[in-house]
């Protein structure tokens, strides 16, 4: 009878023992899923994070493209403005020289009407 009795207790031993690790596993299992839920939702946010980021550079890459060609035209329009401008001073330079000389045609052509007025009047 006390082998019989001892061998009740081990095995209430070994029941109570097993019991206590299956709700330490449970628990365990419980903390384990509760943290892989926690998980999957971080990694859905960093997602959602992620494709908004992308969505972000793609406007940020249209819109640096955008710029980069506004600029291109804007410098375009710059060199032409440019252009025109280096065409108006040499035509102004050359009109400035022309009215030089007409101006030193005219002073002779006067000097020429004095001298010829002068000479009239003295015949």
Same mark, same amino acid.
Do not use: C, F, Y
């Given at each position: 009878?006390?082998?019989?009795?001892?061998?009740?207790?081990?095995? +209430?031993?070994?029941?109570?023992?097993?019991?206590? *690790?299956?709700?330490?596993?449970?628990?365990?299992?419980?903390?384990? %899923?509760?943290?892989?839920?926690?998980?999957?939702?971080?990694?859905?946010? /960093?997602?959602?994070?992620?494709?908004?980021?992308?969505?972000?550079?793609?406007?940020? *890459?249209?819109?640096?493209?955008?710029?980069? *060609?506004?600029?291109?035209? *804007?410098?375009?329009? %710059?060199?032409? /403005?440019?252009?025109?401008?280096?065409?108006?001073?040499?035509?102004? +330079?050359?009109?400035?020289?022309?009215?030089?000389?007409?101006?030193?045609?005219?002073?002779?052509?006067?000097?020429?009407?004095?001298?010829? %007025?002068?000479?009239?009047?003295?015949?």
């Amino acid at each position: 009878m006390g082998e019989l009795q001892a061998q009740k207790q081990r095995q +209430s031993q070994d029941n109570d023992h097993l019991q206590n *690790t299956l709700l330490t596993t449970q628990e365990a299992l419980t903390q384990s %899923r509760s943290a892989h839920e926690h998980v999957v939702l971080q990694l859905t946010e /960093l997602k959602q994070m992620h494709q908004a980021l992308e969505q972000r550079h793609g406007h940020g *890459t249209e819109s640096l493209a955008e710029a980069q *060609t506004n600029l291109a035209v *804007t410098e375009r329009e %710059r060199s032409l /403005l440019a252009e025109r401008l280096t065409h108006t001073e040499t035509q102004l +330079s050359e009109l400035a020289t022309e009215k030089q000389l007409i101006q030193q045609d005219n002073a002779g052509l006067s000097r020429q009407l004095a001298k010829l %007025r002068v000479e009239g009047s003295r015949s």
